[in-house]
């Protein structure tokens, strides 16, 4: 941010969200029942897969651990982020919601690389597989991870974590549809190598579910412009604001996965005005939704040492 930005902490005045608030008690009960039903699935998936030697099944049981795994320290981060802010965290711990989603990524793209490589393997070994068993599990796979992405679709556009949750949750019952698809076909063709092809595209949908989260998320964590904000438009709107002869210094950047702020210095018509000014602006900065905006005023006549930095 710009060095003659002043920190907030020790400020009195209140910031009023208006961001899409999320539905606390109901995220939390999602987040417990979801990461319950995997844990109990990866377990029986990853018991079937070893008894009837399927490739499918133990690749998803995988990659359903990672998705528990990211599903606990999603509900870490939402928890964190109602903690209260301090002296030393003026923002509380919101950010972790933006580095939890980073990680959760990551994990994504660790399993991804695994599942590939195994499947690789079986393409040119391809070993008996029980396709009753795999069909079996898999169509349980359906039911439990589409349930899942049903507790998380009403929130899924308020929170990057959240939208990560769902999305490999839909993405996994969408896979385990191709496993069910993949033990039909052995089941009645005897045709294995259906195992390892269908491994390979469990890895192609995640690699395809996360990487709009992972750029996201690593935009957030680098304190770039939300993707839901368009910073031409910001601009644009402060300067046509009633009383704004000039903006400039503007910076626009993530506290959270669904919070915003923004800093800029706002060159009025007349300092008499600066109070009516400001509260304009910072009405239409939360239309943008951008809910916490610090704004340095300054007169026509003032030189800002700033500008061209």
Known sequence: MAPAVRPEHGHRHHHHHHHPELRGGSLDTAFVVGILLNLLFVAVEAAVGFCSDSMGLLSD?????????????????????????????????????????????????????????????????????????????????????????????????RDLNVKGAYLHMAADALVSVGVLLSGVVIRFTGWHVVDPIVGLAVAGVIVASVWSLLRDSLRLSLDGVPAAIDPEAVARTMQTTEGVREVHHIHIWAISTTENALTAHVVVERLADMAQVKRRLKDRLRELGIAHATLEIESAAEHCDEQHD
């Open 61 to 157: 049981a995988g990659h359903n651990l990672s998705d528990v795994a990211s599903l606990l320290l999603a509900m870490l981060a939402f928890r964190l982020a109602r903690t209260p802010a301090t002296a030393r965290y003026t923002y509380g711990y919101k950010k972790s919601t933006v580095l939890v989603s980073l990680l959760n990524s990551v994990i994504l793209l660790v399993a991804v690389g695994v599942i590939a490589a195994e499947s690789i393997g079986r393409l040119f070994r391809p070993e008996e597989v029980a396709g009753a068993a795999v069909a079996w599990t898999a169509g349980a796979g359906v039911v439990v991870n589409g349930f899942t992405a049903w507790l998380f679709m009403k929130d899924k556009e």
